[in-house]
């Protein structure tokens, strides 16, 4: 997948699954603790596709308004 192919939900949906994993894998490195990393990134991973799955919908949504059949 080439990312100019992306939209600009992709894109940002991208941006923020990147900025927000570097934090918590920098947080990470000090303590080794692998039961609270692995369980920390379920949650986010489950976040990350619950963020893409609302950004789906705010789309079909607004393209639901935007329709002009009658």
Do not use: H
């Amino acid at each position: 997948m080439r990312l100019n192919k992306l939209n600009g939900w992709q894109r940002l949906w991208i941006a923020t699954c990147v900025f927000t994993l570097i934090p918590i894998l920098i947080m990470w490195m000090p303590s080794g603790d692998s039961e609270f990393l692995l369980g920390f990134l379920v949650v986010w991973a489950l976040l990350m596709v619950l963020l893409y799955i609302a950004g789906l919908v705010i789309k079909w949504v607004v393209n639901g308004f935007m329709s002009k059949e009658k």
